[in-house]
């Protein structure tokens, strides 16, 4: 489960909300998404928060940089992002994502990126459940390089530590 700072923004007596995607170049927003009221609670918006997974939401791309995020009952929508290590990067792919619309991120550890750029992704999916490989580079402290993450609809996440095909054949 993954938690956004939920923001507004009021245009004339209207009130608008919105969370942001990934922080590139000097903090720039890779995304700006846009949230339909449909799918906030009064709970969410009191906390100033937004939690992803999504059931039943899709993603649709007004320009490069905004999204907005409208209920869909055949649909999910799910957040992943890899923490890079230290001047390193990370690369993030979804497995058999043949039904999958997939939006990549960046997020950058200091302005420039010289400390790090961590990549994610917002994926939208008829499915209950996605799955992510991913790697990283950069300076670890014993951590793993690569593995593959399973992502539920419910919140959970289950970490795969390894990143071998033929023994996921074997797993299946």
């Known amino acids: 489960?993954?938690?956004?700072?939920?923001q507004q923004k009021e245009f004339g007596d209207k009130v608008y909300y919105y969370v942001v995607v990934g922080s590139e170049s000097h903090g720039k927003p890779t995304y700006l998404l846009w949230i339909n009221k449909g799918l906030l609670s009064n709970?969410?918006?009191?906390k100033k928060e937004f939690v992803f997974p999504v059931k039943g939401a899709r993603l649709e791309q007004k320009s490069e940089d905004v999204l907005v995020l409208k209920p869909d009952e055949s649909k999910n929508v799910f957040y992943f992002m890899?923490?890079?290590?230290y001047r390193g990067s990370s690369k993030v792919e979804i497995v058999d994502g043949d039904d999958c619309k997939v939006y990549k991120f960046w997020i950058y550890r200091s302005p420039r990126g010289s400390l790090g750029v961590s990549e994610g992704v917002l994926v939208e999916t008829s499915k209950d459940m996605v799955k992510v490989r991913w790697s990283r580079t950069g300076r670890l402290y014993g951590?793993?390089?690569?593995?593959?993450?399973?992502?539920?609809?419910?919140g959970r996440e289950e970490e795969l530590p390894f990143d071998d095909e033929t023994l996921l054949s074997e797993l299946e």
């Open 43 to 46: 709970e969410l918006i009191e």
């Open 1 to 6: 489960m993954v938690k956004l700072r939920l």
């Open 82 to 85: 890899k923490q890079c290590g």
């Open 143 to 154: 951590a793993p390089g690569k593995g593959i993450t399973v992502l539920y609809i419910d």
